[in-house]
């Protein structure tokens, strides 16, 4: 991808530098007609959580990809590869700013995954060159770097290039991360012809085009007897644990058994391999630091 307009006079930095990206989840959406120029308005809570991809900027150029966990490769069949040249959403946060580096990129958070994964890459590479006031450059991004650019809890609005950011709470979150991606432009169009309410206006829309994350949404509310939300388009499903505890849970789906070193349990669910973390929300990146 190309960001549109001039790119800003070259940074001079010092590397290696580098950061963690925390995943984009969001706990409630409503989304609206398509504006002048074909973009869905939405309203959205959003929150960053304690998943993260890790970035590393280093003397050379080009983008590498590590997937210490799998999480790319399981998925390769339904997304793809995720580029690794000027249509990869971290080169392009690159060369717009001017900068030439190699970026390492090691992925914890799924694509296709409804939870900004990439958004959450390039808003990483914005903080670590001093860009992370440059609102206008991340929405030329993508939709929802400006929400990931800062993090912690927010409302976003428009596109997503209005951010207000609220007061932090700790929150914690039961994820299910299923096996495959959904495509978020396949979930639009669908919005468009069936519409959305509740919770996640683009619920119903991602179960009809997914017909496998429609059989996981109905598996887990048949087992648990809670109806789980979906993250942004899908394909993750969570649940909060002000409604649930987490051991029952654990119990429930995983028939107690036992997790793996990075404390995620891996479970069948509709005819797939589901893996279930728990994930708190972080603060935001002037917080954190």
């Known amino acids: ?64 990809i590590n997937d210490p966990l799998g999480v790319l ?13 000027s249509n990869n959403i971290v080169q392009a946060a690159l060369s717009a700013c001017g900068v030439r580096a190699h970026a390492s990129l090691d992925k914890q958070i799924p694509p296709g995954a409804g939870l900004g994964g990439g958004s959450a890459d390039a808003a990483c590479v914005l903080r670590l060159l001093g860009r992370a006031d440059d609102l206008g450059l991340a929405l030329k991004l993508g939709s929802d770097v400006p929400f990931c650019l800062v ?28 096996p495959f991606g959904v495509s978020t432009g396949d979930v639009y169009q669908a919005f468009d012809d069936i519409g959305g309410k509740g919770t996640n206006h683009l619920l119903n829309a991602a179960k009809v085009v997914s017909p496998q994350l429609n059989s996981a949404y109905l598996e887990l509310c048949k087992i648990v007897g809670l109806e789980p939300h979906l993250a942004g388009s899908g394909s993750s499903l969570y649940f909060g644990l002000d409604g649930i505890d987490w051991d029952d849970l654990v119990t429930i789906l995983t028939s107690g058994a036992t997790p793996d070193s990075k404390g995620r349990y891996s479970f069948a669910l509709a005819g797939v391999r589901a893996t279930m973390l728990r994930v708190k929300t972080t603060p935001p990146a002037f917080l954190a630091e």
Do not use: C, N
């Open 1 to 64: 991808m190309t960001v549109e307009g001039e790119v800003l006079s070259s940074l001079k930095i010092d590397l290696p530098v580098e950061g963690l990206a925390p995943a984009k989840l969001t706990k409630w959406l409503k989304v609206g007609e398509p504006d002048e120029s074909g973009y869905h308005q939405i309203e959205s809570e959003m929150v960053s959580v304690s998943l993260f991809d890790h970035v590393k900027l280093t003397d050379g150029e080009g983008v590498s």
């Open 73 to 85: 490769s399981e998925r390769k069949d339904s997304v793809g590869e995720i580029p690794t040249d």
């Open 151 to 178: 993090g912690g809890r927010a409302l976003v609005t428009g596109r997503g290039e209005k951010v207000e950011y609220l007061e932090f709470e700790e929150e914690e979150f039961a994820l299910i991360l299923l």
